[in-house]
């Protein structure tokens, strides 16, 4: 069984950086796409940044330019840089594997 363990969330200011982290384990096959995924209290999941295998990536509209994603294949670990955090990130983020895997989620408040 595929699990997701997410780390790195916390508390910070405004403009401040985080880093998380998301190792997956149980499986025996090289994962195609990895990311994440955040939900806002109140607010609909929101895709935050993915990243392919070979190294493709996408960003939703709020992050880009912020936020960076990598990934080690070999660990089956991705990982997400956040720099100059805003009140409005503040959310659970969620890990993210192919196909239809995912993390417990963590949180991550942003202060003003």
């Known amino acids: 069984q595929v699990q997701l363990v997410e780390s790195g969330g916390g508390l910070v200011h405004a403009g401040g950086s985080l880093r998380l982290s998301c190792a997956a384990s149980?499986?025996?096959?090289?994962?195609?796409?990895m990311g994440w995924y955040r939900r806002a209290l109140g607010k609909q999941l929101e895709l935050v940044a993915l990243m392919t295998s070979d190294g493709r990536t996408h960003f939703g509209d709020s992050v880009e330019g912020r936020f960076t994603i990598s990934r080690d294949n070999d660990k089956n670990t991705v990982y997400l840089q956040m720099n100059s955090l805003k009140p409005e990130d503040t959310a659970v983020y969620y890990c993210s594997a192919s196909p239809n895997n995912w993390g417990q989620g963590t949180q991550v408040t942003v202060s003003s």
């Open positions: 149980g499986i025996d096959f090289a994962i195609d796409v």
